[in-house]
C-alpha cells in the first residue's frame, strides 16, 4: 500500500496554523515512517487539558518492550481518544506503539494500517481502524448532517493542498486493509467525529442508492474530465481502502498552514529556526499579504520563531493587529505586513 503509506505520512505531517491555534496528529508523528515497532504496557495516563470535538487528548506513561533489548519506560506526551475509548487506555492495557532506534525515549502509538491505537471491533472497519488528528484550538464550522463524500486523485499532496486553501483541517483517516466497500460505514464514522467532507481512496466503493461519487470540485487539476462526471476518478492502484475525514475552519487570524523546516531545509536556508508554509488559507490576512506556499516565516512582530508550536497562541495574543512578518522566499530575504483578524471576526 505504497500511496496510502504516502497520503499517511502527508496527513500526519500537517501542522495547522489558522486560527492563532495548531493542530497536529499525535506526539512524535514522524515515527509512523522511521520508527520501530514494539509493544508497550499502559503505566499512567493522564488529562491534557485539550479537547477536540468534546473528546480528549490524553497524555501516557508507557513501559516499552523492544524485540530486542530490555523494557524501558517513556511518555507519549499527546493521543487524541474517543471518552468510549477510555477503559482501553487504562493501566495495564497493551497498545502498538514505535520508537526511535537512536532515542529510544522517543515513542508513539503505532498508526500503521492494520495495527490502529485502539483495539475495538464494532463492526465498522471506518470506526475500528480509525486514527485521529490532536488539533489545539483550530475553531471548526458546525458540521452538516452527514458529510460530503469525494473521490480521492492520484495526487495526493494536491489534494491535502487544495483542501487546506480551502480551510479544511485533517480529523483523521481510516485505514482498511480489507473489505470496507460499503461507503455507509465510512459515512457513519464521519457523522460520529463530526466530518465536514471525506476524501475516498483505493479500491472502489459501494455508495448509497442515488448518490455519485465525483472528485473534490475545488481541487486545480480537475478542469476537464470524462462526459457527465466532474473531473476523472482514479484508477484503483492498490489493494485496500483509505478514508480521510476534514473538517471546515472558521476565518482565521492568520491563515497558514505550517511545520518546522526539515533537515534539508535547515542546511540549505543556513539556520535551524523559522517555519514552512505548506499552504495559505484563500481570503485569509495571509494571502491578503501576499504570503506564498514555500515561504519560510523567520520572524512575526519582530520576534523570531524559535519553536512553530508556540507561534499560534501568540497569533491569538495579537489577534487585529497589522504586523511586520520577515521571511525568505526562493532563497532572498523578503518583509511583508499583514493585518491580522480579530478575534472576534473569528467567529466562535
Same mark, same amino acid.
Given at each position: ?67 530486542? %533489548?530490555? $523494557?524501558? *519506560? ?5 493521543? @487524541? ?5 477510555? =477503559?482501553? !487506555?487504562?493501566? +495495564? ?108 481512496? %483505493?479500491? $472502489?466503493? *459501494? ?5 455519485? @461519487? ?5 481541487? =486545480?487539476? !480537475?478542469?476537464? +474530465? ?123
Amino acid at each position: 500500500m505504497k500511496r496510502t503509506a504516502f497520503l499517511i505520512s502527508l496527513l500526519l505531517s500537517v501542522v495547522v496554523l489558522l486560527t492563532g491555534c495548531s493542530a497536529m496528529f499525535y506526539s512524535n508523528s514522524d515515527l509512523q515512517t522511521t520508527g520501530v515497532t514494539a509493544q508497550a504496557e499502559i503505566l499512567e495516563h493522564w488529562e491534557t487539558g485539550i479537547k477536540v470535538n468534546d473528546e480528549p487528548v490524553i497524555g501516557l506513561k508507557v513501559r516499552v518492550k523492544p524485540g530486542d %533489548g530490555a $523494557p524501558y *519506560e517513556a511518555t507519549i506526551k499527546r493521543v @487524541l481518544i474517543s471518552q468510549l475509548e477510555i =477503559p482501553q !487506555f487504562q493501566p +495495564g492495557a497493551v497498545i502498538p506503539v514505535r520508537y526511535d532506534p537512536k532515542d529510544p525515549s522517543r515513542v508513539s502509538i503505532d498508526l500503521s494500517p492494520g495495527t490502529p491505537a485502539k483495539v475495538a471491533n464494532t463492526g465498522n472497519p471506518y470506526h475500528d481502524y480509525f486514527a485521529a488528528a490532536a488539533m489545539q484550538g483550530a475553531v471548526l464550522m458546525p458540521p452538516p448532517a452527514a458529510p460530503e463524500i469525494y473521490l480521492g486523485s492520484s495526487d495526493d499532496t494536491a489534494d491535502i493542498r487544495a483542501l487546506n486553501e480551502n480551510s479544511y483541517v485533517p480529523l483523521g483517516y481510516s485505514a482498511v486493509a480489507k473489505g470496507g466497500s460499503d461507503a455507509r460505514q465510512a459515512i457513519d464514522q464521519g457523522k460520529q467525529i463530526g466530518a465536514s467532507l471525506m476524501v475516498l481512496y %483505493g479500491e $472502489p466503493f *459501494e455508495v448509497p442508492a442515488g448518490q455519485t @461519487l465525483a472528485a473534490l470540485p475545488f481541487h =486545480p487539476g !480537475f478542469a476537464s +474530465g470524462e462526459a457527465g462526471t466532474i473531473g476523472s476518478a482514479p484508477r484503483p492502484t492498490e489493494k485496500g481502502r483509505v478514508v480521510a475525514y476534514w473538517a471546515k475552519v472558521r476565518p482565521p487570524v492568520f491563515g497558514v498552514f505550517s511545520r518546522p523546516l526539515n533537515d534539508e531545509e535547515k542546511t540549505r536556508l543556513r539556520r535551524n529556526n523559522g517555519m514552512f508554509v505548506g499552504a495559505v488559507a484563500k481570503g485569509s490576512p495571509a494571502a491578503a499579504a501576499g504570503i506564498q506556499e514555500g515561504d519560510v516565516i523567520l520572524a512575526i512582530d519582530g520576534k523570531q520563531i524559535l519553536d512553530v508550536t508556540a507561534v499560534p497562541a501568540f497569533l491569538t495574543s495579537i489577534a487585529g493587529k497589522k504586523v511586520h512578518i520577515e521571511l525568505v522566499r526562493n532563497g532572498s530575504p523578503l518583509s511583508v505586513d499583514v493585518q491580522l483578524n480579530q478575534l472576534n471576526d473569528v467567529a466562535r
